[in-house]
């Protein structure tokens, strides 16, 4: 057998390996969304609203900020640059927002919506999955949230993110703005900003 043959079926061979490999790893990728669509809590028509009426107060938030002369933010690679440019875009935003408090965004209307949510995703059949993944994230440090605050991870800990199996059940939320997780508290933080927007304590079981 000639040298072109040989790696021809070496090369074949790989082919057969990788494929079952990437087919199964789509497969559970697959189950792990279609398991977390399974655990969607049945809401009522106030929840929905509740959700949307959620949805509007986070764009009038973003709304406010993109007319804020300090959210355009710069492209720099320098870091002590961009660290500059966030504390000035934070400083517009808590002097836009002076009065903000616990609960404006995460209204006490909408705040037991969102804990339902988190629970039947984390007790349905991505839960053990998702529990594992939290557990596996490293910290982020302090667990001192406030509003207009900076999102405490000024030491530079790894962010906490929300497994997609946990966001595919939340509201979307619009460029700039994200959910993260401290500790049993969802937060709701503008990323030009590093800022806490509110949070909802309690929110995972």
């Known amino acids: 057998m000639n040298v072109l043959k040989r790696i021809g079926i070496f090369w074949f061979g790989l082919w057969l390996v990788s494929v079952?490999?990437?087919?199964?790893?789509?497969?559970?990728?697959?189950?792990?969304?279609?398991?977390?669509?399974?655990?969607?809590?049945q809401l009522t028509d106030t929840e929905r609203a509740?959700?949307?009426a959620f949805s509007d107060r986070v764009k009038e938030y973003q709304a406010m900020e993109k007319k804020l002369?300090?959210?355009?933010?710069s492209p720099t690679a320098n870091v002590q640059q961009l660290d500059q440019q966030r504390q000035t875009l934070r400083?517009?935003?808590?002097?836009?927002?002076?009065?903000?408090k616990q609960g404006d965004i995460f209204t006490p209307d909408v705040a037991p919506?969102?804990?339902?949510?988190f629970r039947s995703t984390l007790t349905g059949p991505?839960?053990?999955?998702?529990?594992?993944s939290l557990n596996h994230a490293e910290p982020i440090g302090p667990r001192d949230l406030k509003v207009n605050g900076v999102y405490p991870n000024l030491a530079g800990q790894p962010l906490q993110s929300v497994p997609p199996t946990l966001?595919?059940?939340?509201?979307?939320?619009?460029?700039?703005?994200?959910?993260?997780?401290?500790?049993?508290?969802?937060?709701?933080?503008?990323?030009?900003?590093?800022?806490?927007?509110d949070f909802l304590t309690d929110a995972l079981p």
Not at 20 to 37: E, H, R, S
Not at 167 to 193: F, I
């Open 20 to 41: 079952p490999l990437d087919t199964a790893m789509a497969q559970n990728a697959k189950k792990d969304v279609a398991a977390g669509k399974m655990a969607m809590a």
């Open 50 to 52: 509740q959700l949307k």
């Open 69 to 73: 002369p300090a959210d355009k933010l």
């Open 91 to 100: 400083e517009a935003l808590q002097q836009a927002r002076p009065n903000a």
């Open 113 to 117: 919506v969102f804990r339902k949510l």
């Open 126 to 132: 991505a839960g053990k999955k998702i529990r594992a």
């Open 167 to 197: 966001l595919m059940n939340l509201p979307v939320l619009p460029k700039g703005l994200e959910y993260r997780l401290v500790d049993h508290a969802v937060v709701l933080r503008d990323t030009d900003a590093n800022m806490v927007v």
